[in-house]
């Protein structure tokens, strides 16, 4: 609570009346300065206590469980950030980016305020008429903004403003904001300190609190899908025509698992890799009516040429959605490594003497030759405080991201979840169990083509005769498990809580020994990947890089079939994978069969939606193409 006179004489920065004579102070005054008590939502509870003493413990620290939270205000309430500039050009990246609620002095939305903290002064009975109040950020002023609720709405508090003593009997209303996000915590920590001193007759005395802005968090699979991104390609070509269908495809199985928010489409840009341009996040606080106010935060990929990006400003930023990216991104860092396929979050877990509330993120570094995710953002993502990246070894994959082998699963255990990982194993053992049975003549793959988009001819026979695909999967499976040990080490997940998911992975095709890896859907008889897909596969991104890549000699791999984990989780047991093309033996898709038996173990109902030649021969699956708002209502700071 209140700090002492003697302390703040030396450190307070004095507020004085300029070009007033104060009155003769009384002598209570005089003798006894009235006690400042300054109060902020201490306890979270939506409420700043100033009947009694819940929100005075711990007012001057902050800790994960405790301690008062106000909000990066970057939404756009009211719609007014300009996406063109003069002439209907576009505005610059840095230009789009600078505009949100909290780049102005104004309240901007409800007249609740809801998107401020608050802060409250108790009543200061029998203060003399010629006292006065300031208000100081004492530490975090550069991030922090302050207003002062009045009868004619809030005032924005600068360093002229002051408090009369008729408010200060009265007690103050304050809200706090702050003007971004938590970028560098060796530069701001996101802790604010707000200074209420109170000055008369040449005597003042003063009392601190302690916030800090709430934490970007990303979301995790325990929190419920709300609405689902996708982009929508125009035209009447046959991509097209098939991309369109399998974004109705995906509104049907949207509806069916309960999600009742339309698709949110991009339309403007091509880039069918929704779920790489973005990822989405929130901030969240207690709000004033005690109900946790929300805003989400799309976190655009650390990839400045990636046009789509810009469409997060032009249709997503708006009342309680607003948009961030970083800026300083290296050449020097792998460009695929950067889209936010790479990046996925662990659900809640404690373990040993750590523990991560709100989750954990997951991301994909290259260690056979030492690429990471952009510096910048992996400093924004652990500067939050809260979800502090892991790093998976993703140098086997040609695109490099998690998502690829790796999924979180809901699950009726005491830890709540279980981990889905990516089993070639499985998948050649499906294979040579069909072969044995004198099945190897059938199809590798059921998937109907056309002129334009081809459809592979081997047989399963020549699958398995190939001269890399035995050899590509006993490597892949031995980098996934590589991987799964790191994810059990830190998590204390066991062995029992392992949902396998039969896969099969392939290398790139053309001459690996020219160090060409530009690569295809398989070795034998899909021929080149036709312009149509190319134009939007990944194989375009992949060109960015060049040999900056791998090392040479290093084999890096993509789905063969279509990699199941790498689809979406529409509801605590509903989820949609991609569909296998498998071969089909006695009626039946063998690897449709046994991936609907791995997630109908782990109690999850599978539902099919066909990606192939939109997202998988472009080297993705169904999650790469999509992006999903999840609920953010619980508590990120309880267990």
């Not at 840095?94 to 409250?120: F, Q, Y």
């Not at 982009?231 to 070509?237: E, F, L, M, R, S």
């Not at 860092?333 to 404690?350: D, F, K, Q, V």
């Not at 399963?460 to 590589?482: G, Y």
């Amino acid at each position: 609570m209140g700090t002492s006179h003697a302390r703040h004489a030396a450190l307070a920065i004095t507020v004085t009346v300029i070009g007033a004579v104060l009155a003769p102070v009384s002598p209570a005054f005089a003798a006894q300065p009235p006690q400042v008590d300054l109060r902020a939502d201490v306890n979270r509870d939506g409420r700043v206590d100033v009947g009694g003493t819940t929100d005075t413990s711990g007012e001057d620290t902050w800790s994960p469980a405790r301690g008062a939270v106000f909000l990066p205000n970057i939404d756009d309430d009211t719609k007014r950030c300009a996406v063109k500039g003069p002439g209907g050009k576009p505005l610059p990246d840095a230009k789009l980016a600078a505009c949100n609620d909290a780049a102005d002095t104004t309240v901007n939305g409800s007249a609740d305020a809801a998107d401020l903290a608050r802060v409250r002064s108790l009543p200061m009975a029998n203060l003399p008429a010629t006292a006065t109040g300031a208000l100081t950020v004492v530490a975090g002023a550069k991030n922090t903004r302050i207003y002062v609720k009045r009868s004619t709405g809030w005032a924005w508090v600068t360093a002229k403003t002051r408090l009369s003593a008729a408010e200060l009997r009265a007690g103050v209303e304050f809200g706090v904001e702050s003007t971004d996000v938590i970028r560098d915590n060796a530069r701001w920590g996101g802790r604010s300190v707000i200074r209420l001193t109170v000055t008369s007759g040449g005597k003042s005395t003063s009392d601190e609190v302690t916030l800090r802005v709430a934490p970007l968090l990303t979301h995790h699979h325990l929190q419920n899908a709300q609405q689902l991104l996708v982009t929508q390609v125009p035209g009447k070509d046959e991509y097209a025509r098939r991309q369109q269908a399998f974004v109705k495809g995906l509104a049907a199985e949207v509806k069916s698992a309960g999600i009742n928010k339309p698709l949110a489409t991009f339309d403007k840009y091509g880039d069918v890799w929704a779920q790489d341009f973005v990822e989405p996040g929130y901030v969240s606080m207690t709000g004033p009516g005690g109900g946790r106010q929300v805003i989400r935060v799309m976190l655009r990929s650390a990839q400045a040429d990636r046009e789509a990006g810009r469409e997060l400003f032009e249709k997503l930023r708006g009342n309680g959605v607003g948009v961030v990216q970083v800026s300083g991104v290296r050449d020097s860092e792998e460009w695929t490594l950067n889209s936010m396929g790479n990046l996925e979050t662990i659900p809640p877990y404690a373990h040993g003497d750590r523990s991560f509330p709100a989750g954990r993120i997951i991301m994909g570094e290259r260690k056979d030759n030492g690429s990471k995710p952009a510096q910048v953002m992996r400093t924004l993502l652990k500067s939050q405080g809260f979800q502090d990246p892991l790093f998976l070894d993703t140098s086997w994959l040609h695109v490099g991201h998690v998502d690829e082998f790796v999924q979180f699963l809901p699950a009726d255990t005491p830890r709540g979840w279980k981990i889905g990982i990516a089993d070639p194993e499985a998948g050649l053992r499906l294979l040579r169990e069909a072969q044995q049975a004198g099945h190897g003549r059938t199809r590798m793959f059921s998937v109907p083509g056309s002129k334009d988009l081809p459809a592979p001819k081997e047989t399963i026979d020549q699958a398995l005769a190939s001269k890399w695909l035995v050899a590509d999967n006993t490597m892949a499976a031995k980098r996934i498990a590589a991987n799964l040990d790191v994810l059990k080490r830190e998590t204390g997940v066991t062995d029992a809580e392992v949902v396998r998911v039969p896969a099969l992975y392939t290398r790139g095709t053309g001459d690996e020994e020219r160090g060409d890896r530009m690569p295809r859907l398989s070795r034998m008889g899909a021929g080149e990947i036709p312009d149509a897909v190319r134009e939007h596969g990944q194989q375009k991104e992949l060109a960015r890089q060049g040999d900056r890549a791998a090392p040479p000699g290093t084999v890096m791999t993509s789905a063969y079939v279509p990699g199941a984990v790498n689809g979406i989780l529409l509801g605590r047991d509903r989820y949609l994978a991609p569909r296998q093309w498998g071969p089909v033996v006695g009626g039946k898709d063998i690897f449709t069969s046994a991936v609907t038996d791995s997630y109908t173990r782990a109690g999850m109902k599978v539902s099919y939606i066909d990606d192939w030649h939109t997202y998988h021969v472009g080297m993705g699956e169904v999650h790469c193409g999509t992006n999903t708002l999840r609920d953010a209502s619980a508590a990120w700071w309880k267990p």
